[in-house]
T-cell receptor, first 116, second 115 residues
Framework: GAVVSQHPSRVICKSGTSVKIECRSL??????MFWYRQFPKQSLMLMAT?????????EQGVEKDKFLINHASLTLSTLTVTSAHPEDSSFYIC????????????FGQGTRLTVV | AQSVTQLGSHVSVSEGALVLLRCNYS??????LFWYVQYPNQGLQLLLK??????LVKGINGFEAEFKKSETSFHLTKPSAHMSDAAEYFC?????????????FGGGTRVLVKP
């Protein structure tokens, strides 16, 4: 299957700082990328959907000014958690879907964010 | 709107025993259904998927699932559990006709395999 690389796998940051998470499709062009958040022992909650070259579509209740998503190329999307607080600590996972793989999205390995 | 319900947040099976994970879905259109496995601190790996055609779907690692429209179910089974099957399993539904064909996940089922 296609490979999606997410970086970093773990990050610890101080309250008030911003953290950027990258999601790259390594061997296919990802026209659509999805960002999920997963709390401990819970399911994945979709945060936003991004299409290359356009603004992301955020799910209800997700603060777009806090979780900045950029999908500037067909192989890279970034999620920036701005002014992070301890309650933002979570596991963030991206997935990517290509134009020819419209029945499956491939997942990155996730990023464990801890805000102290 | 779509939704997924996974019955049982935890399942414990003995090594070599049958694994059965239950998934029921709700969808206003014919669904596309998926099962994913997640190991600790990792992303999701696709086990199998149903889109159209044969309702019994075979996936990786010996897993299979059967789409039953009349029961709105997509239960996952494996005849003989292995220690390496210990993980979290997620059932998901997608509607390709929806914008972005995003996935809606069930709550997950954690599988514990006893030696």
């Amino acid at each position: 299957g296609a490979v999606v690389s997410q970086h970093p796998s773990r990050v610890i940051c101080k309250s008030g700082t911003s953290v950027k998470i990258e999601c790259r499709s390594l061997d296919f062009q990802a026209t659509t990328m999805f960002w999920y958040r997963q709390f401990p022992k819970q399911s994945l909650m979709l945060m936003a959907t991004s299409n290359e070259g356009s603004k992301a579509t955020y799910e209800q209740g997700v603060e777009k000014d806090k979780f900045l998503i950029n999908h500037a190329s067909l192989t890279l999307s970034t999620l920036t958690v701005t002014s992070a607080h301890p309650e933002d600590s979570s596991f963030y996972i991206c997935s990517a879907r290509g134009t020819r793989m419209n029945t499956e999205a491939f997942f990155g390995q996730g990023t464990r964010l801890t805000v102290v | 709107a779509q939704s997924v319900t996974q019955l049982g947040s935890h399942v414990s099976v003995s090594e070599g025993a049958l694994v059965l994970l239950r998934c029921n879905y709700s969808s206003s259109v014919p669904p596309y259904l998926f099962w994913y496995v997640q190991y600790p601190n990792q992303g999701l790996q696709l086990l199998l998927k149903y889109t159209t055609g044969a309702t019994l779907v075979k996936g990786i690692n010996g897993f299979e699932a059967e789409f039953k429209k009349s029961e709105t179910s997509f239960h996952l089974t494996k005849p003989s559990a292995h220690m390496s099957d210990a993980a979290e399993y997620f059932c998901a539904v997608s509607d390709l006709r929806a914008a972005g064909n995003k996935l809606t996940f069930g709550g997950g089922t954690r599988v514990l395999v006893k030696p």
